[in-house]
């Protein structure tokens, strides 16, 4: 197969949240021994790009948006076994570590972020919901993670999002770590009092929002 | 005498209800419901349910659900805490009653939403006493005096030192169920006189799709156990935590809730169960939950129909909204959703007052909710055939341009068919004008003020007061808590 039809295929596979195609397609890629760092850039990747602009648009809703993200990660779940034994790596947009803070079990707007984020080519650890504060420094110690991204959906909880960020400068590791904050009570006020480096109001703002803040240790 | 019709509208037909209910059956037999809660999964078992321990997941056959369908009093009456007013929910009758829980309070002065404190609480619950047309108080508002963990039991006793109202509450951890109880306990003078005799409704959230975490289960559990009516607030979300279509969310709806209802009936036969729920069509561009959305609506009035074949009790979050002030988009939303409600016949109707997405109290939308309220009971009311002949031995004696003004006929029956409207505008042009051009808003807030002017509290013997402040105490304290705030009373 011509390669432009193959990228080309990719990207639609992508933009129709299409997973079996895309993870069809990567296994292609591979056994054609392409290269395939230039198959995620110029074949996926423009498909997760065109994706955003259809939901800023207005086009896409979040169905078609999750879909999307699964898709990516269908074909990632191809291309990074082959990457690993040609001793390759994708290039990471950095590492997050994202879950729901503790005494909150609502993690469907933390779902959507950890998934764009994934999509988006950050390596994500989901920690879930109701995690300890101590759990998500714990994690991002061991993972070397870029991002803390925190979520909280009632204001009894968010107070934790404040709560972390004084735990991380009782521990002297605030200056290690980005951390970001959502969930519906949260807002770019909120994250400036409390001295979080960042607030998006949904999945793909989030995704700029960790592009646009360079990794603290890139 | 016609007798009179009461309206009534029904969105599915009876083949579709029964689909509804038997997929509900099926799903709870082969899918099962996941079960976080060590007892409830315990009387589960023990009534037959086949049970995959490692996995909390239990599958309920219709047999039990059916045995424990006749075991579930159709209908529950509450009392007001004098223990003398009573109101029957059940059958069509409506009680509306504020949304519950909000965390935050829209400050009039402001119009920005901030926490709520003790003050507030007090003028939410004043208010609430005073609006005719709020048959029930609720646990409306949490305080951010006191320390989270204590905060479901410090609404349920503010709530019974100022109103006389039967409460729509619930707990917010396993251990609030205990004093909740004691308080409304001491108000009856013991537990066999609060069974007898339920002065509070306590809500039970399944954690959709099909999950009792162990709060919930619990909370069914002592509910059922102490003879409180338990209101299951099953709650989907389309596209999200529910199937995309109406009818797919309401099987869903049928499995949750009749599976909180087993659990009810295992912990104690014939305890009260309303078949409530808050469930939302989901926003697939906000990943919000918008209350006012007339598919949200829809499936409230169709599983109360549902409720209502399975002869239950029921309740919905209906006639709230989603705006983050008191504008058009408020009255709109609320006004839809008392109509609908009224029309559907939901027994118990929380939502008055509640703005954001049941996040926020607005004490000015609660008296314009309040009116609101007026016009759906009347609504259902219907129309009567007030005498025999209607109409024709009126018009005896007829001279061309005479008007009924005077007639004896208007005065026996004006008063009766018609309400008078205290928010909503009805000046000519120039006397609004003259009367400085006021907004529902400004004449809510005015309503507000001298409600809360004219509010006494309902008197409650001493000995009673110092009971309640005395279980307040001993569940603070752990938390922190030596002191009560100061009430202001």
């Known amino acids: 197969m011509i390669k432009e039809t193959l990228y080309a295929d990719m990207q639609k596979a992508i933009v129709d949240g299409d997973g079996a195609a895309a993870g069809r397609l990567a296994a292609e890629a591979a056994k054609s021994g392409l290269d395939l760092l230039e198959v995620i850039e110029k074949g996926y990747v423009p498909g997760l790009a065109k994706v955003g602009e259809l939901w800023e648009q207005g086009e896409y809703f979040l169905p078609e948006l999750i879909s999307s993200a699964e898709a990516m990660k269908a074909a990632m779940a191809v291309l990074e076994p082959e990457l690993r034994s040609a001793r390759l790596k994708a290039r990471t947009a950095g590492k997050a570590v994202?879950?729901?803070?503790?005494?909150?079990?609502?993690?469907?707007?933390?779902?959507?972020?950890?998934?764009?984020?994934?999509?988006?080519?950050?390596?994500?650890?989901?920690?879930?919901?109701?995690?300890?504060?101590?759990?998500?420094?714990?994690?991002?110690?061991?993972?070397?993670?870029?991002?803390?991204?925190?979520?909280?959906?009632?204001?009894?909880?968010?107070a934790n999002q404040r709560r972390l960020i004084e735990l991380l400068k009782q521990k002297d590791l605030r200056a290690k770590y980005r951390v970001l904050v959502g969930g519906a009570p949260a807002s770019q006020k909120w994250a400036e009092e409390i001295g979080a480096d960042g607030y998006a109001e949904n999945a793909v703002a989030a995704v700029k929002l960790a592009k646009s803040l360079n990794p603290v240790r890139s | 005498m016609v007798k009179t019709k009461r309206p009534k509208i029904e969105f599915l037909s009876p083949e579709l209800v029964e689909r509804i209910v038997d997929e509900g059956y099926a799903l709870l037999e082969r899918q099962g419901v996941f079960v976080e809660n060590e007892e409830a999964m315990g009387l589960l078992k023990a009534a037959g349910a086949r049970a995959d321990e490692s996995a909390l997941r239990v599958r309920v056959d219709r047999r039990l659900v059916g045995e424990c369908l006749t075991t579930t009093p159709p209908s529950v009456t509450m009392f007001d805490r004098s223990g003398e007013k009573s109101y029957i929910?059940?059958?069509?009758?409506?009680?509306?009653?504020?949304?519950?829980?909000?965390?935050?309070?829209?400050d009039h002065r402001t119009q920005k939403e901030r926490k709520a404190r003790t003050r507030d609480l007090v003028d939410f619950c004043r208010l609430v006493e005073t609006l005719e047309h709020i048959h029930f108080q609720s646990t409306g508002l949490i305080s951010a005096d006191v320390p989270p963990a204590v905060s479901d039991c410090y609404r349920l006793y503010l709530g019974l030192l100022l109103s006389t109202k039967p409460v729509v509450t619930g707990t917010f951890r396993v251990e609030g169920f205990e004093p909740m109880k004691d308080l409304l306990a001491a108000v009856r003078g013991g537990e066999e006189e609060l069974?007898?005799?339920?002065?509070?409704?306590?809500?039970?959230?399944?954690?959709?799709?099909?999950?009792?975490?162990?709060?919930?289960?619990?909370?069914?559990?002592?509910?059922?156990?102490?003879?409180?009516?338990?209101?299951?607030?099953?709650?989907?979300?389309?596209?999200?935590?529910?199937?995309?279509?109406?009818?797919?969310?309401l099987v869903q709806h049928v499995a949750e809730s009749l599976s909180g209802l087993v659990i009810c009936q295992l912990a104690r036969r014939g305890a009260p169960v309303i078949f409530g729920g808050s469930p939302s069509s989901f926003d697939m561009r906000k990943g919000t939950t918008p209350m006012g959305a007339i598919e949200t609506m829809m499936i409230d009035s169709a599983y109360a129909q549902i409720g209502k074949h399975l002869k239950l009790p029921t309740h919905a979050y209906m006639a709230l909204s989603?705006?983050?002030?008191?504008?058009?988009?408020?009255?709109?939303?609320?006004?839809?959703?008392?109509?609908?409600?009224?029309?559907?016949?939901?027994?118990?109707?929380?939502?008055?007052?509640?703005?954001?997405?049941?996040?926020?109290?607005?004490?000015?939308?609660?008296?314009?909710?309040?009116?609101?309220?007026?016009?759906?009971?009347?609504?259902?009311?219907?129309?009567?055939?007030?005498?025999?002949?209607?109409?024709?031995?009126?018009?005896e004696g007829y001279k061309p341009g005479a008007t009924f003004l005077t007639h004896p006929h208007t005065r026996l029956w004006y008063r009766k068919e018609h309400t008078l409207a205290k928010l909503m505008d009805r000046d000519p042009y120039e006397a609004w004008v003259m009367a400085g051009r006021t907004t529902t808003l400004?004449?809510?807030?005015?309503?507000?003020?001298?409600?809360?002017?004219?509010?006494?509290?309902?008197?409650?013997?001493?000995?009673?007061?110092?009971?309640?402040?005395?279980?307040?105490?001993?569940?603070?304290?752990?938390?922190?808590?030596a002191r009560l705030p100061r009430t202001g009373l």
């Open chain 2, 442 to 481: 400004d004449k809510a807030h005015k309503d507000v003020q001298e409600r809360l002017g004219k509010y006494s509290l309902p008197p409650l013997p001493d000995s009673l007061r110092k009971e309640l402040r005395k279980i307040m105490t001993r569940y603070a304290r752990p938390s922190g808590l």
């Open chain 2, 195 to 249: 069974a007898a005799k339920p002065l509070a409704i306590f809500d039970a959230c399944p954690s959709p799709p099909l999950k009792w975490s162990n709060l919930t289960a619990q909370s069914l559990i002592d509910s059922a156990r102490a003879g409180i009516p338990s209101e299951t607030i099953s709650m989907g979300m389309t596209g999200a935590t529910s199937l995309a279509t109406i009818a797919g969310t």
């Open chain 2, 89 to 106: 929910v059940g059958g069509d009758e409506i009680h509306f009653n504020p949304g519950s829980a909000a965390v935050s309070l829209l």
């Open chain 1, 98 to 158: 994202i879950g729901t803070v503790e005494g909150d079990i609502h993690d469907i707007g933390k779902n959507l972020v950890a998934s764009m984020l994934q999509a988006g080519g950050f390596e994500v650890f989901d920690l879930g919901a109701d995690v300890k504060l101590e759990k998500f420094i714990e994690q991002a110690e061991a993972v070397g993670a870029d991002f803390i991204c925190l979520s909280a959906l009632l204001t009894t909880t968010m």
């Open chain 2, 322 to 395: 989603d705006s983050k002030v008191n504008d058009a988009q408020s009255g709109i939303e609320t006004a839809l959703g008392a109509a609908l409600a009224a029309l559907a016949g939901v027994n118990v109707i929380s939502g008055p007052g509640m703005l954001n997405f049941e996040s926020c109290m607005s004490l000015e939308k609660l008296a314009i909710d309040n009116e609101i309220c007026g016009m759906a009971y009347r609504l259902v009311e219907g129309i009567a055939q007030r005498e025999d002949p209607i109409a024709l031995d009126k018009f």
